[in-house]
């Protein structure tokens, strides 16, 4: 029987994962995964230090440490260079969902998260936070993401999409600045120096840059999945909110 990720993996939504997780990560050392559902997103990465938490299902593959746990009440021994958490946000409950996010940024000095984007309440059994829109994602981690996007899959079954936000928090250009020359080196300067409040003015430019780095590896992300979706991912942009 396929699992939920065999039913999935041809998604555009997780192409675009894939294609992000792919860049922010090629000289990071450490990423972790959030509510992973036995999902796997990182064991392919280059990170040398890859882990997965979640309360019943963690990802069980070589190379990745597996964690069963509640991920607010666990405490976690090292900061990562990256946390994802892809569809796990609209599960928490109102209680708790600003700790919840907070703690994201607190693990993480790049978080990459995925949430439905605008499903109508009662969509899908288990979502407590539906609908789900950009005002509420700002709301919940207190800062706007540097980079959105908005999926929408081909096929009939999925007429809803899933938004995909990426957040810089304190530390984000020690990794940056390994990552590459010329774009990423004035993008980290750009943030270090103005900081969340400019960051967020300067929104767009932010987006554009992030946009750019994101070309620069379409040839690897091809060659890895051998798939022309990687053709031109220059197609990954904001998008009108």
Not at 3 to 9: A, F, G, S, V
Not at 60 to 73: L, R
Not at 167 to 172: K, T
């Amino acid at each position: 029987m396929s699992t939920y990720y065999d039913l999935r993996k041809n998604y555009r939504y997780y192409k675009y994962v894939r294609s992000i997780l792919g860049m922010v990560s090629l000289n990071a050392n450490s990423i972790l995964d959030v509510g992973s559902n036995g999902v796997d997103v990182i064991s392919w990465l280059p990170c040398k230090a890859k882990v997965s938490v979640d309360l019943e299902n963690p990802l069980k593959h070589d190379g990745v440490e597996s964690i069963k746990a509640d991920f607010i009440t666990y405490k976690f021994k090292n900061r990562y260079d990256i946390v994802t958490c892809f569809q796990v946000l609209e599960h928490v409950s109102n209680e708790k969902i600003v700790i919840f996010a907070k703690k994201l940024l607190e693990l993480g000095r790049v978080v990459v998260v995925s949430v439905p984007h605008m499903w109508p309440k009662g969509a899908c059994e288990g979502h407590l936070q539906d609908p789900v829109d950009y005002n509420k994602i700002v709301g919940w981690f207190g800062q706007a993401p540097v980079f959105v996007k908005n999926i929408v899959e081909d096929t009939d079954n999925y007429r809803f999409g899933r938004m995909i936000c990426v957040f810089l928090s304190d530390g984000f250009g020690e990794v940056i600045s390994e990552l590459n020359t010329g774009e990423f080196s004035s993008y980290e300067n750009f943030a270090l120096e103005n900081h969340y409040k400019k960051m967020i003015t300067d929104y767009k430019f932010l987006s554009a840059k992030f946009d750019r780095i994101c070309c620069e590896w379409t040839k690897l992300l091809k060659a890895k999945f051998k798939d022309d979706f990687y053709n031109d991912f220059r197609r990954v942009s904001k998008p009108a909110i």
